[in-house]
């Protein structure tokens, strides 16, 4: 057995840490390296916070808990399965979401836009109406309703499970009164309002992509990831329906990862205004409500 119980806290994160490294897993879902996951694997399990400091260096484990940070590691290391999907939680923006493999493990760049409430790019405060479409488990039209207190908040996705996932999300914040979630492809069965903002964090990924994709990505579902050759077939739809859910005002904030130069490349002629981040990833743009017309256009 790897890890027995009487073991110090921080003996099991290091021998945890050394068979993370050993095995060559990968890390992109909510983590950058084999410390922090060990870290996040050894204290979850043990049911410590997470941000315990050295207090808990030197706390042994008990047998029960050894037990479990044994089947946990195994199942990130053997089945390499995302350490959310493991644990059963993860962290967006400082919120906790329940996680499980029914949606995508939340890790958009686009909570950080979220968290600065749409700044600099939002004039027309209060935001009213925000539509989270493709919403997955829920992250980021929950964290958006959280920081915008006077925001409806609509959540869409073609998939019910990722829906039925997005429903336990909305009860664990209490947020029933003002988030609803919605099954739709695309747009077809959303709310027909003009919203403030259009929050979408479609499934982007190319055919290339998809073949070289780390082990790890394999258990989230393949309709949250993949969408055809160049990454784009969503995105083409969901710019020809989105005008109508639109005011003059509003902002859409489109996730398109590394189909980005795809999406350029389409609107040769059109500027597209790609976000930076301050913690990390790419791929984002801000869209106008006159900038989607002149896609749609482009595009019909
Ligand atoms: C990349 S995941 C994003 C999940 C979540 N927003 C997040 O950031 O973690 C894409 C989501 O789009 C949904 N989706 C795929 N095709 C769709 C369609 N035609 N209409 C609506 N949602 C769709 C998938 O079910 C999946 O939950």
Known sequence: ?????????????????????????????????????????????????????DEVANVTITASQAARVNDWSRQRVVERKPLPYVTGKAW??????????????????????????????CHSLPTRRILDLC??????????????????????????????????NIAKHQLERRVQSVRSDVLGSVPLQRYDI??????????????????????????????????LDFTRQLLAQLPEFLHSESLVFLELGNSWEHFENLFPKNPITWLEFENGGWGVCVLTNAEVEELARALA
């Open 1 to 53: 057995m790897l890890i027995a119980g009487g073991q110090t806290v921080l003996t099991c994160i290091e021998t945890l840490d050394q068979r993370f490294q050993e095995a060559d897993l990968f890390y992109g879902h909510g983590s950058d390296s084999s410390w922090d996951e060990a870290v996040f694997l050894v204290l979850s399990a043990c049911d410590m916070p997470l941000n315990s400091g």
């Open 92 to 121: 967006l923006g400082g919120t906790e979401f329940i996680c499980d493999k029914r949606a995508l493990v939340p890790r958009s760049p686009l909570a950080e836009i979220i968290l600065k409430g749409f700044q600099p790019w």
């Open 198 to 231: 259009v929050i979408c964090n479609p499934p982007y990924v190319d055919t290339e992509d998809m073949s070289n994709l780390p082990p790890e990505y394999l258990h989230e579902p393949n309709i949250a990831l993949a969408s055809g050759d160049d990454g």
């Open 135 to 168: 919403c997955g488990g829920g992250s980021l039209g929950i964290l958006a309703a959280l920081t915008h207190q006077e925001a409806h908040v609509v959540l869409a996705d073609i998939d019910e499970d990722a829906l039925a996932l997005a429903e336990l």
